[in-house]
């Protein structure tokens, strides 16, 4: 399987120390199966930080090979678990088991604000899994460890059309 990773640099070799805490899945490298997805972060990386460049990098995944070695928790669509599991990773709460690999929805830029209202209180568990429905959700994968990331195979990196 092909998976992309959009930045300001070109990623041969993934390093978690360069890895947040507060994101989706918690701490780890993040990939997604979505070209466009790794593209709009790429350019929202590089405005972030006040750059014009970016790149995404490309890698090849083996996720067969990493079956039987990994411990991976898999979210096959965003249900309860997955909005907790979301929620207490951004706020820094998550203390449960830890894994290798988690694949799962990324919460894209429409996905973000829902579980913004969900984080206010404006919306209940339920009124956000109901918005979650109708969103083309892509999965993302995120290495959390080293062995997790020695089945990640850099293949090549290519530059986005220029940000006007």
């Known amino acids: 399987m092909t998976l992309f990773h ?3 640099s070109i990623v041969e070799t993934p390093n978690l120390e360069f890895s947040r805490k507060s994101l989706d899945f918690g701490y780890g490298f993040y ?6 997805q790794a593209v709009d972060f790429s350019r929202k990386v590089a405005i972030r930080k006040g750059q014009k460049r970016q790149f995404v990098s490309v890698y090849e995944f ?6 039987p070695v990994l411990d991976i928790l898999r979210f096959s669509a965003p249900d309860r678990f997955w909005l ?8 820094g709460t998550y203390i449960e088991k830890f894994y290798d690999l988690v694949i799962g ?19 209940n568990a339920e009124q956000t899994l109901e918005s979650l429905k109708i969103r083309n959700l892509y999965s993302q994968y995120v290495f959390k460890t080293e062995k997790a990331l020695s089945f990640l195979k850099f293949i090549e990196c ?3 059309e220029a940000m006007p």
Request: hydrophobic fraction near 40%; proline fraction near 2%; avoid cysteine.
């Open 105 to 123: 929805a990324v919460a894209n830029d429409d996905v973000y604000a829902t579980l913004v209202l969900f984080e206010q209180g404006i919306l």
């Open 158 to 160: 290519f530059v986005p």
């Open 6 to 8: 959009g930045s300001n």
């Open 84 to 91: 907790d599991f979301v929620h207490q990773n951004r706020h």
């Open 62 to 67: 083996d996720e067969e090979a990493a079956e």
């Open 31 to 36: 990939t997604t199966i979505n070209k466009e």
